[in-house]
Each structure stands twice: as C-alpha cells, then as structure tokens.
C-alpha cells in the first residue's frame, strides 16, 4: 500500500485528543471486518494478533498502541461529511407514481470510460434495454441513492431488496450545494441534503436541472445475499459499521487502516475508524465521509454533517516511519 505524495508527521497516542476514552473493542471488531483482505506480509502478523486481542477493550488499546503509529498526513484543517444507507419504496415495474429508475451497469461500459451523462441519463439514453432494477417514486431521493451509493429498497411486492454500487460514467463528481452557494442561492451555513431535497421538490423543473450540474451517474447491483443486520457493502467487498466505517481517497489514505478522526461541529467526534470505503466526492488526504448506519435518522444525522477537525492515520511502526521525509 502506498500513498500519493504528501506531508506526513509521526505523532505519539498522547498527541490524540480524547484517544483514552474511546471503544477501542468496538474499533477493533470493524478492523477485523476487512483485516484478512491485506495481502501483504507484514500485515499477516498484525491481523492475528487483532483477532487475539478481541477479549477486552484494554488488551484492544493495547493492540492498536502496540502495533501501530500514528500519523498525520497533508495539513489540516479536515473536512468531515456523512453518508448513510437509505431506505426507499420501489416498484419492480414502472407506474404512474414509480416512474423513476435506477439502472444496471450496462454491459459495454469500460472502467474509466466516458459514458453518457447524467442529464443524457436523465432524458432516457438508457430507457428500454432492460437495466432497470428498480422504480423508485421520487427524482430527488434516486439522485442521493447514488450520492449514497448503496440503499434498501421496500417494494409494493413486499420484497425489500439491497441495492449496492457496480460502477460509475465515468464523469467527474461536481457538488450541487456548491453549485448553489456559486449562483447564490445559499451560502456555505444553509446548505445541507435536507436543504437540496426541499429546493428540488419545491421547483421540480428548475430542481432537476440543478441536479444535472452533477454530471457523474452511477450504477447499481443487487445484493442478495447480505443480513438484514449487517451494513451495506463498501469498497473492500465487506459490509460497514455505523460510526466505525469511514470513505476515504486511496490516494492518500489506504483501505483498511485504523484512522482517529478528531471532529468539530455541533456533534463532534473523538472516535477511532476504518477507512472502509471510496466516494467519488472524497478527495485528499484530510477528507473522509462517516458512515452514520441505516434510514431516516441515521440520514437526518450525516446529512448535516459538514465540519473541520484532524484525520490521523494509524500505521505500521515501520511502514508509519518510512512516511517521513529524508534528512
């Protein structure tokens, strides 16, 4: 695992505000949700002595002070937002009231390509050749299944089925709030994914070419053989935990590592993390997006979430200090 290029600082645990008083089991049993997927040798060692050390909150404080070093990479402040895992209405055919589709990766689509658009999406490119996998009643709500990236659908058959991500157009991410604060319509304290839902559905046709601003679109699979209590696959192919998962840009920050987030705000968090999955909106090596669980509270909760703090990354003793530069 390596990272793009950067400034990095070795930090002590006694550097970590509020590193004592976490869960550090509760840490540590999301770590072990993706450790067996490291194939390097080094980790080999790390990962079962995780699995030993599961007993007790202190002998997991132990573990993580044992094996790991603290590191500090780019330059806060952090910018922490939130996701979550919607529940949704569908239809398994179009009606009158679910006439809004989420599609299947079409077969031909190349990782990387350059696909059709959202709004080319939008006005029906796709319309016809059987990707559909489901019909969903809101524009706006299909819009943030994809912001999520994954979703439970309750179908007017009394089916639920989970829904993840399977791949993307290819286009670059582009923020709708910041689109707005650009135009002016908001400025940077009121805009939030309530904020964007209620503009959209208040001014459906103006609301639907705001959201065309964003022009990357993305593509689902179905799930079917994931728990109903575990979390929606991220992007190591294992299920997340809620407030234990984070999104991170493998640039900079490698998938599967313990990261300590050190959020402000009005909800701040002194919390202990893995960075378990990607977002195409997540870039740079002081941006993580916080998975806050499943449905409407757990939505109402991330999607306020738009706050500063500091993002340290735990790593191996001898891979933390070939981070610093030489001399």
């Known amino acids: 695992m390596t990272t793009t290029s950067a400034t990095a600082q070795v930090l002590d645990f006694e550097n970590l505000d509020g590193w004592a008083d976490d869960n550090h089991q509760a840490a540590l049993t999301a770590f072990l949700q993706t450790c067996d997927t490291f194939d390097a040798p080094d980790w080999q ?43 949704l209405k569908g239809s398994p055919v179009r009606t009158a009231r679910f006439a809004y589709p989420i599609y299947a990766r079409p077969p031909e689509l190349k990782d990387g390509q350059i696909f059709y658009d959202r709004a080319a999406i939008e006005s029906g490119a796709l319309r016809g050749r059987g990707l559909e996998i489901a019909w969903l009643d809101d524009p706006v709500e299909v819009f943030f299944l994809q912001i999520q990236g994954s979703g439970r659908i309750h179908m007017t058959n009394g089916h ?19 689109e ?92 202990l993390m893995v960075a378990q999955d990607t977002g195409g909106a997540i870039k740079g090596p002081q941006r993580a997006d916080i998975f806050y669980g499943t449905g409407d509270a757990a939505g109402d909760a991330a999607g306020t979430i738009k706050d500063a703090g500091r993002m340290i990354l735990l790593l191996p003793i001898d891979r933390a200090y070939v981070m610093l530069p030489e001399g």
């Not at 179905?222 to 809620?242: E, F, N, Q």
Request: overall charge positive; glycine content about 10%.
């Open 160 to 178: 639920t089925i989970r829904v993840g991500y399977a791949g993307r157009n290819g286009h670059s991410y582009r923020s709708v709030g910041q």
């Open 180 to 271: 707005m604060i650009a135009r002016g319509m908001r400025t940077p304290d009121q805009v939030s994914a309530q904020d964007i839902r209620a503009y959209v559905r208040g001014n459906p046709m103006a609301g639907n070419a705001l959201l065309n601003v964003n022009p990357s679109y993305v593509f689902f699979r179905t799930i079917s053989d994931l728990p109903s209590d575990k979390g929606p696959i991220g992007a190591m192919g294992r299920s997340i935990t809620p407030l234990r998962s984070v999104a991170i840009d493998p640039d900079f920050t490698p998938l599967g590592v313990p990261v300590w987030i050190e959020k402000a705000g009005d909800t701040p968090l002194r919390s």
């Open 45 to 87: 060692p790390i990962c079962k002595l995780a699995a030993d050390a599961n007993a007790s909150d202190a002998s997991a404080k132990a573990f993580f002070e044992l094996m790991f070093k603290p590191v500090l990479i780019g330059d806060p402040p952090a910018l922490f937002t939130g996701y979550f895992e919607p529940e």
